[in-house]
């Protein structure tokens, strides 16, 4: 694995056969600009103190930016032309909104013909916020009806991709058969991954395994990850088949970590920022004997107020 700062130019230009490229988009989260325009200075105030980026909008209703920003995303990967584009989950803001949903699935259907498109379901497509901690069978029904298998894999050259609801393993407790299901398709198709011969095998979740450290413990990384108890039967088959990246959202900045040679990848959000890298995508570039990646930003701008951080 390269570092984030890997020339993904060199990659493609390199005398290698059977490369292909992806985009990898998360957060684009239709309806949070909304919310976020509707907090108190109370709550503005202590996201500010707990280290975050609050870029503050004007009172809203609907989802205009996030409609923008999602758009030329998607315009982006019609121009790049990529072997498929990933959405890492947190498609919307209110898993149970229509409106959200169906405006995120008619962007999305815009996408070329011939470029695959993949949905990760993300925290708050599955009913999962400040509200309510768990995913719910009823939630996940729901998830599952309008943007297909929640825990799926896909083959793209000699590569193995693996899908998983990361809600299903950050918090069981309601659903502890989907865990225990979960982690039966992940060795399966990690045994299956290295029975092909696969050159590279990489996961794409919404919430990152971990933020620095695989050994990691405590409340932010409990909260902001995959708590330790549920990570380490995850990282145990990771490691046991060699797997080499996943690729996940959640934290709305871009986070770099590692366990061992697999790098750990949080990509920063289409949607609504807290941290100083803004609303992009990440392109990625595999070829056999390695992955490159690069991130870069959106040009669209959000009605952000005059004293927001750019």
């Known amino acids: 694995m390269s570092s984030p700062e890997a020339s993904l130019e060199r990659s493609a230009n390199a005398a290698v056969t059977g490369g292909f490229n992806f985009i990898q988009l998360a957060d684009p989260q239709f309806g949070m600009f909304a919310e976020i325009s509707a907090r108190s200075p109370e709550r503005i105030a202590e996201w500010r103190a707990a280290g975050r980026i609050v870029r503050e909008v004007p009172l809203m209703t609907g989802f205009a930016p996030e409609t923008g920003l999602f758009t030329e995303a998607i315009l982006v990967a019609n121009q790049r032309h990529p072997a498929f584009v990933v959405v890492c989950g947190d498609i919307v803001y209110d898993w149970d909104d229509d409106p959200q949903a169906e405006e995120a699935r008619r962007i999305a259907g815009q996408l070329d013909e011939g470029i695959d498109l993949h949905w990760v379901a993300g925290n708050h497509d599955v009913g999962v916020d400040s509200g309510h901690r768990t995913p719910t069978r009823e939630s996940l029904a729901r998830y599952r009806a309008g943007f297909g298998p929640d825990n799926y894999a896909f083959q793209q050259g000699d590569t193995s991709f693996i899908v998983l609801n990361s809600s299903v393993m950050q918090a069981p407790e309601e659903v502890p058969d989907e865990w225990k299901s979960q982690l039966d398709f992940l060795a399966a198709e990690l045994d299956e991954a290295k029975r092909r011969g696969s050159a590279h095998t990489v996961l794409f979740t919404h919430i990152p395994l971990f933020l620095s450290d695989p050994d990691e413990d405590g409340p932010e990384s409990n909260s902001a990850a995959i708590p330790l108890v549920q990570r380490r039967p995850v990282l145990d088959l990771l490691r046991r088949y060699g797997a080499?990246?996943?690729?996940?959202?959640?934290?709305?900045?871009?986070?770099?970590?590692?366990?061992?040679?697999?790098?750990?990848?949080?990509?920063?959000?289409?949607?609504?920022?807290?941290?100083?890298?803004?609303?992009?995508?990440?392109?990625?570039?595999?070829?056999?004997?390695?992955i490159d990646h690069r991130w870069s930003h959106l040009a669209y701008k959000p009605p952000y107020k005059e004293s927001a951080a750019d």
């Open 244 to 290: 080499d990246a996943v690729f996940a959202g959640h934290l709305h900045e871009n986070n770099y970590a590692a366990d061992g040679k697999m790098e750990m990848v949080a990509s920063g959000p289409v949607g609504y920022p807290v941290g100083v890298d803004g609303s992009g995508f990440r392109e990625v570039r595999v070829t056999p004997d390695r």
